[in-house]
């Protein structure tokens, strides 16, 4: 059974070091796992018996194109009308706990490892209905038209029911597991499951026009960032910014994954906005 790291909370001991392996530059920034304590959460409007720790959001000189949070909802708890932006799609990933996601009135009972794709407009709701609590990455951007290309429409899956693509010459060691057709031009975001066996490695520095907002879900790694190795581990994020140089190889004795969020499939504005 896969396992999928989600912030356990609390607080830190008194005795703790008050430096941690957090970093925001230019370029890129990590926030490690042992940020995401009982005071760095939010609370949202609409929202019932549960809190978010925001790992990205709009803002300037950090993220363009998404917002990302982890959500943590307690029993009873959810959201009749959890995305306020009519103009707002989403990924929902489970990471642990059960989860009951409905849409146009259809309910989808998600476990960790559930995959949801929410279009802009669509009328969802999520709700914990179970004994324990559930906690969830939600991706958040906002959606972009393209002439003569209908929006994509709602779904759901599971990581286990996705087939990863083994990448070019590497015997399956680095592979992607990707939940949308990444030739499906409706779609102007993908969120996939980047994987590596231990040892393996992104051999070059990528260097690219695409923001990336990466959860690692399992492992660690080591991260060529702008230049700089950055040791990371389950539960740590990292925010790249477009044209940031990146690599990576997997460390430790288990399978290193994370969640990767880019924007695809889109012209370039001409113009600053």
Known sequence: MRSYYAPPGGLPGQKSRAKDRAIFTEAYAVIPRGVLTDITYSLLPGWEK??????????????????????EVAPGGGADHPEPDP?????????AGD????????A?????GGYAYLPPGADWQVANVSDAPVSFVWVRKAYEPAPGLPAPEAFVTHDDDVAAVEMPDTRAAWSTTRFVDPNDLRHDMHVNIVSFHPGATIPFAETHVMEHGLYVLQGRGVYLLNGDW?????GDFMWLRAFCPQACYAAGTEPFRYLLYKDVNRHLPLRLK
């Open 50 to 71: 549960a809190h978010g720790w925001v790992l990205a959001r709009p803002l300037t000189g950090f993220s363009e194109t998404f917002a990302e949070l982890i959500m």
């Open 87 to 95: 103009e707002g799609e989403a990924v929902i990933f489970v990471l």
């Open 99 to 106: 989860l009951r996601l409905t849409i146009a009135g259809e």
């Open 108 to 112: 989808h009972d998600m476990i960790s």
């Open 230 to 234: 950055v040791e990371v581990e389950e």
